[in-house]
Structures are given as C-alpha cells and as structure tokens.
C-alpha cells in the first residue's frame, strides 16, 4: 500500500472517529446505547491490564484453530471425493450445500442436547459451521481443474492417490483457498454464536464477554470486544490469507 492510500485511509477513520466522538459530547447520539470512541479505548485499556481480554481472546482462537483443523482435515478429502464420484456428489454434495445455507446459530440447541454445556459442543459448532464450505470450495477446485493436466499426469505414469495429491490437489488450490477464506469467516461466526449460547467453566472467550456486556448494559464492553474480533479477522487475513492468494497467482500466472 503507497503512502496516498494510507493517508486517504488515516484521514477517513480520523474523521470518523471524530465525528463519533463529537456527537457523544454534544449529547447528539446516547452514550449509554453508542459509547464514544474514547470510552471504548478505555475500556481495552483496562481489559488489557486486568488480562481478562487477553485471557479470553486466547481461549477463543484455541477453540476456533481446533474446530478450523477438524473442517479442513474433514472438509478438503470429502470436497474431491466428491468431484470425483458422481454418487457421492449427488448424496453428500447436495447435503453440504443445504447445510452451508444453514444459519450457524441453528447448531447450537443440537449442540447442548448432545454435548450438554461442555467444549465438545463448542467444537462441535464451529466444525459444523466452517465444513461444508471447505468441502464445497474442494469440490468446485477440483472440477475446475483442467482435463489436460490429468491427461498429461496419465501418460507420465501418475495414477490415483499420486495424481490426486500432486496434480489436482495443487491445480486446485486457488480455488480451494478461496474456500479456506470463508470457512474461516463462517467458523468464526459459528463460534462467536456457540460463546454467546454455551456458558461453560472451562474459559470464558471473547463470545462471552459480549453476552455478559449486553447483560450488564456495558456498551463499551461489547464494542471494544466487537473491535477485537475484527481485529483478529483482519489480522488473519492480512498474515495468512493475502499472502497465501498472491503466492498463488504468481505460481499459476494469474497475478494482475
């Protein structure tokens, strides 16, 4: 990013805040319903001190990488399974697709009555959340992947499970990752949702704090929390994701 686009970027949120901030003071918005920016600085401030937020952001990332990994590991062989067998993506494909346009929220009753308030129904919803767009973006990478390379692979004497792991897989990758992007999204939404809904005594996570926020009528808690996770959103996106897309591209000669 050039300096003229960090600079259009600092100066738009400089008036943002700004104007959020003048609109509490002249009492012009309710600062018990829409606490001003400094009000939500500080909060962080004191959460950071009292570790209570770096506590709880730490529980909440070990849970979602623990229920991310499950999907993956599940979601990417089922995703070319199913590319490659019609049976399989006329049964388990249209399954997945129906799930994916289920809310995640819609897993957590099941959740409670299976697991009962316990971890198990934590990872259980982020699995379930974050699954079957991995699977689906597999499954479109590898039908998209062209018919030539698997041509090529044949007559150079790679067959099954070496062409499947060393041509598709990789041929696949930029669209697959597209996958892993929003399966991240959706785990984290599906986690946020279980926090919220599933109160256990193992750790209280960032989904807890904005539901004892909102009980306790603490809206600079619940703003300063919803801060962090898109914080840690852009984080992700910025170290892992970003990278990951540019490196493929130019692997594949896609890059603008």
Known sequence: MNMRRITVSL???????GGWEALVRFEIIDEFLF????????????ALKDRSLIFASGITLKRLMMGYAVGLICGLP?????????????????????????????????????????????????????????LLAAKHGVEHVPPLFHRVASTMGSSGLHQALFVTLPAALP?????????????????????????ILTGFGLGHLLHYGRELHAMDQVFGVMLVIMLCGYLVDRVVFSPAERYLHRRWGTAA
């Open 175 to 199: 669209g697959i990752l597209g996958g892993m992007k929003q399966g991240w999204a959706f785990a984290w939404r599906s986690l946020m949702a279980a926090e919220i809904y599933v109160t």
């Open 35 to 46: 606490p001003a920016p400094t009000q939500i600085l500080s909060y962080l401030i004191g």
């Open 11 to 17: 100066l738009f949120f400089l008036v943002l805040l």
């Open 78 to 134: 089922l995703g070319m399974l199913c590319a490659r067998f019609k049976a399989l993506d006329d049964t388990l494909g249209l399954l997945a697709l129906g799930f994916q346009t289920l809310p995640s929220v819609c897993w957590v009753p099941l959740a409670l009555l299976w697991f009962g308030q316990s971890e198990g129904a934590m990872l259980f919803v982020v699995i379930m959340g974050c699954l079957w767009s991995v």
